[in-house]
Nanobody
Framework: QLQLVESGGGLVQPGGSLRLSCAASGSIFGAMGWYRQAPGKEREALSCISRSEGSTIYAPSTKGRFAIWRDGTKNTLYLQMNSLNFEDTAVYYC?????????????????WGQGTQVTVSS
C-alpha cells in the first residue's frame, strides 16, 4: 500500500511563503496533485503535474503564486506557495493517480496523504 506523507505546513503571516513536500513510500507511476480543504468548504484542486511530460495545471486561485514540481528520484512532490493570504488557510493534501495525465477530478486519485495544516494569520 503506497503511503504519502505531507510536511512543511505551519503558521505564516500574510505575504509569506511556505514549501510543502509530499514523500511517497514507493514509486509513483501516475500524475500527482495538491488539494486543500478549508473549514466548512469543499476540497479544492490546486495543482497537478503529469507523470510523463511533467506538464502542470493550476487552479485560478493559485496561478502566479504557487509552483508544483516533483523529484522523481526521491518520489517526492513539492508545492511552493508565495504571497499567501488569509484565504489560503486550509489543510493541504497531496494525492496520486494511476493515470499519467493530470485531472482535477479527485475521484481519479487513488492515494492520499493525511494532510498538513497551513494557517495564514497576522
Amino acid at each position: 500500500q503506497l503511503q504519502l506523507v505531507e510536511s512543511g505546513g505551519g503558521l505564516v503571516q500574510p505575504g509569506g511563503s511556505l514549501r510543502l513536500s509530499c514523500a511517497a513510500s514507493g514509486s509513483i507511476f501516475g500524475a500527482m496533485g495538491w488539494y486543500r480543504q478549508a473549514p466548512g468548504k469543499e476540497r479544492e484542486a490546486l495543482s497537478c503535474i503529469s507523470r510523463s511530460e511533467g506538464s502542470t495545471i493550476y487552479a485560478p486561485s493559485t496561478k502566479g503564486r504557487f509552483a508544483i514540481w516533483r523529484d522523481g528520484t526521491k518520489n517526492t512532490l513539492y508545492l511552493q506557495m508565495n504571497s499567501l493570504n488569509f484565504e489560503d488557510t486550509a489543510v493541504y493534501y497531496c494525492a496520486t493517480s494511476l493515470a499519467s495525465k493530470c485531472t482535477s477530478d479527485s475521484s481519479k486519485y487513488n492515494y492520499w496523504g493525511q494532510g498538513t495544516q497551513v494557517t495564514v494569520s497576522s
